[in-house]
């Protein structure tokens, strides 16, 4: 009522005044919900969200894979090393013959390459 003070006639019964306020408040308040519940679609429990994950994880692989090969080696063996395998960094350098923070700056590097090509196809 402060913010529509402005509106209230002196001549005017104050209950009448509140009551439409009131009134287009709720409105508002309606309109508001009606929004942003239709925005939100409920998830039926018979709906195959899932039904194709495994063709997509294939092909996710498939595709990682072809991505990784257009990299050198000093980028491709640390990604597939410490972030598909799940070796550390200290394994990883150890394992391809880099320092460690050799191992790092083409983790860094590969990932930007690779994030470079996702973007060049799309």
């Known amino acids: 009522m402060h913010s529509q003070r402005h509106t209230y006639r002196p001549d005017q019964p104050l209950t009448a005044w509140v009551y439409a306020i009131a009134r287009y408040k709720m409105i508002d308040l309606l309109r508001v919900k009606a929004l942003r519940d239709a925005l939100h679609v409920p998830i039926r429990e018979d709906m195959a969200l899932y039904a194709d994950c495994a063709m997509a994880v294939s092909d996710a692989r498939r595709d ?59």
């Not at 597939?80 to 790092?104: C, D, P």
């Open 64 to 122: 990682l894979a072809a991505l990784l090969a257009t990299l050198p080696d000093r980028h491709r063996l640390p990604i597939v090393h410490v972030k598909i395998e799940g070796l550390s960094v200290a394994e990883t350098a150890r394992l391809i013959g880099m320092s460690e923070s050799a191992v790092k700056i083409g983790i860094h590097r590969g990932v930007k390459a690779l994030a470079q090509k996702v973007k060049d196809l799309c």
